[in-house]
């Protein structure tokens, strides 16, 4: 089973493209118009949520990513709302450049009953003026060197024009920075020298003119824009078939991770900016895709242009494999920390406990039982070997930490464990913020270390008799 593992869990990226709003006005029908057979929508409500280039940064934000957006805007009432919304998401905003007398993309959608009746769309699509791309290229340029990562998502509607294109992936290059793009239309050359791209199978057969009809063809047309683009990788998105990923030997073909699929709606801003999340944490291809693979699952199994979290896709790679691997149950304090921040967003109760679980016995699992009882995710705080030998002697503990903690991962009651080098756990406690703390019920009466830091302490009642040191002591009098 995969495992997440990434050190680098806010990589700052710069993406580039096509910006759009998504507009929904919801409602329900119950007549015809008498001016015409058409229905009548009465409207109950409204949503708007970034779309085009505003998905690939909504799903890399989603992850935790550090984002800036650039791209070319209308001087309209559009604009100025699509930039409050990336500022409220969280993503910079200073490389936007206004366009006088272009509109801002928007797409409003009428929904009846759950059903989209109508598509009305307000948008410029001709080219920036070349006054704009030197002017956005400009921006770029005083701030490049500071990504790890630039993602190019193109929708065709005149941001990313060739100069624009090539000027950004010339100046990457020169600092060595990636240049990942979800491209359109069936030109490349504008595309050329990037790390990679990502075109679905009816795209890469238009691009490379190769009618892709099985995996020979599509060996092929992967092949042909690997070289026409002069790319690192090729790849194509192969929709329930998954990922072929192309490096300079051969083609990886990378099966979907989907149970089901409802909606896919932005799959492809999610693979886009999974794979530049994967790369930028040190993740190799084949590592990189299977992870989209699984982020790409999620995604489809919504309704509606959605994004992930880290939380969420580990969710569904346990529930997926079959050879379930309890190292992914470990974590860091950084990665703990930036999970249960995940978890809280999706309002998931937080249960903390901690100990020194030495050799794990009937009433550890009952007691961690009880804590999961309290909430929606039970975290474990172990206390590593160092600290242990300071609070109960050099002989101990008998197991080591990492044996320690893999066992309590093995728990079902147990979500995540952590080990910490502190004598005590407050500074994890700190970084997790869980809304309940549990502890024994030794406790009665004195003070629980982190009880400030939490909404509520639990006291749990051990089963009598049943103690690691009481074990070990009874081995050592055989």
């Excluded at 065709?156 to 359109?184: F, R, S």
């Excluded at 199994?301 to 969420?312: I, P, R």
């Amino acid at each position: 089973m995969m495992k997440l593992s990434f050190s680098n869990l806010s990589p700052k990226v710069l993406v580039v493209g096509d910006l759009m709003i998504d507009h929904y006005l919801w409602g329900s029908c119950s007549r015809i118009s008498p001016e015409a057979p058409v229905q009548v929508i009465d409207i109950q409500r409204e949503t708007a949520v970034l779309g085009g280039a505003g998905n690939v940064v909504n799903n890399l934000l989603a992850f935790g990513a550090s984002v800036d957006v650039g791209s070319v805007i209308g001087q309209d009432e559009v604009g100025m709302e699509l930039r409050q919304m990336l500022r409220k998401a969280g993503a910079g905003t200073t490389l936007l450049h206004t366009q006088e007398n272009r509109k801002t993309s928007k797409k409003s959608r009428i929904i009846a009953s759950n059903q989209q009746v109508v598509r009305y769309d307000k948008e410029s699509k001709e080219d920036i003026t070349k006054e704009s791309e030197m002017q956005l290229l400009e921006k770029i340029s005083d701030v490049i060197a500071d990504y790890e990562l630039v993602f190019l998502s193109d929708y065709n509607k005149g941001v990313l024009t060739p100069t624009l294109t090539q000027g950004i992936i010339k100046m990457a290059n020169q600092y060595k920075i990636k240049v990942l793009i979800d491209p359109k239309g069936t030109d490349y050359a504008k595309y050329a020298g990037a790390y990679l791209l990502t075109p679905n199978k009816k795209e890469a057969s238009l691009a490379a003119k190769i009618d892709i009809k099985d995996d020979a063809s599509l060996e092929r047309a992967g092949f042909a824009l690997k070289t026409q683009c002069n790319l690192t990788y090729s790849l194509i998105t192969l929709s329930e078939e998954g990922i072929a990923l192309f490096d300079d030997k051969q083609m990886h073909k990378i099966p979907t991770k989907a149970k089901a699929v409802y909606d896919v709606t932005g799959a492809g801003d999610t693979v886009l900016a999974s794979l530049g999340f994967a790369i930028a944490n040190g993740l190799d291809m084949d590592e990189a895709c299977n992870f989209a693979n699984y982020a790409a699952a999620v995604v489809i199994s919504k309704v509606g242009s959605a994004t992930t979290t880290l939380s969420e896709i580990e969710e569904y790679i346990a529930s997926y494999s079959t050879d379930f691997d309890n190292d992914a149950s470990l974590k860091t304090r950084e990665e703990m920390a930036h999970t249960a921040e995940d978890l809280r967003k999706r309002k998931k109760k937080i249960v903390f406990t901690n100990g020194v679980f030495d050799v794990l016995h009937l009433g550890h699992v009952k007691y961690l039982e009880t804590a999961k009882s309290f909430g929606d995710i039970l975290i474990v705080g172990v206390n590593a070997d160092a600290s242990v030998r300071r609070l109960k002697g050099e002989e101990r503990p008998i197991n080591p930490e990492y044996d320690r903690a893999y066992l309590l991962a093995s728990l079902n009651s147990v979500d995540y464990v952590v080990i910490f080098e502190e004598d005590t756990p407050y500074e994890l406690i700190k970084a997790l913020k869980p809304e309940i703390l549990v502890k024994g019920g030794d406790y009665e009466g004195k003070v629980v270390v982190g009880s400030d830091l939490v909404d509520e302490v639990r006291l749990v009642t051990f089963v009598e008799g049943k103690s690691s040191t009481n074990i070990i002591n009874k081995i050592k009098a055989k």
